[in-house]
Structure formats: structure tokens, C-alpha cells
């Protein structure tokens, strides 16, 4: 079964910074391409950033030079470094196994608010 676990999530001030991790487990995670996207209240899916098995990013303009993805095969983990958080950046956020928009699985999601 797949499972993708996020944690990480909180509130944090403008201009400061959280770590997200996504657990996975239930297949082969160095295989697929692991994407984060985002949820803020009343708005729709907006992917933030994806990664490729071999390690290249790819990020979505609102987030392009302050967040960072990454991912550490031998933990089966998948990461989103956020920094320069806006109050814009609060959302739901999600791991998704997959590249948007067609992921296959996404987690349950860890809530973030910025806010002074």
C-alpha cells in the first residue's frame, strides 16, 4: 500500500523558514518522480515544485528562488525547504507521488500559516 506521510508543518513568521518531509512507503520511492503541491483556503491545487529520479527541480513561480526540494532515496524521504515564507504561502501542503498534474497519490497534507 502507498502510503506518503507529510509533517513539518506550523506557523512560522514572514520572512522565516520551515522544513516539510514526506515519509513514503509502499513501492519503490527512488523510481518516481515525487512533486509537492499546495492548497490555500478556498483556492484550488497549485503545484509548488517537483523532482525527477535523477535529482533535477523544477519549481513553480511563486515559490522560484525561495523554497527548495529535495530527497533522500536511502530514507525513502522527500523534503521542501521553505524560506522568505509569505502570508500567501499558507496552505495545505501535500506530497504527491508523480509529476503534476498527474500524480497518482498524494498524502493527507500539513498545514502551513504564516502570520505575524
Known amino acids: 500500500e502507498v502510503q506518503l506521510v507529510e509533517s513539518g508543518g506550523g506557523l512560522a513568521q514572514p520572512g522565516g523558514s520551515l522544513k516539510l518531509s514526506c515519509a513514503a512507503s509502499?513501492?519503490?520511492?527512488?523510481?518516481?518522480?515525487m512533486t509537492w503541491v499546495r492548497q490555500a483556503p478556498g483556492k484550488g491545487l497549485e503545484w509548488v515544485s517537483s523532482?525527477?529520479?535523477?535529482?533535477?527541480?523544477y519549481y513553480g513561480d511563486s515559490v522560484k528562488g525561495r523554497f527548495t526540494i529535495s530527497r533522500d532515496n536511502a530514507k525513502n524521504t522527500l523534503y521542501l525547504q521553505m524560506g522568505s515564507l509569505k502570508t500567501e504561502d499558507t496552505a495545505v501542503y501535500y506530497c504527491a507521488r508523480g509529476p503534476w498534474p498527474n500524480y497518482a497519490y498524494r498524502g493527507q497534507g500539513t498545514q502551513v500559516t504564516v502570520s505575524s
Open positions: 523532482i525527477s529520479v535523477g535529482g533535477v527541480t
Open positions: 509502499g513501492f519503490t520511492f527512488g523510481s518516481f518522480t
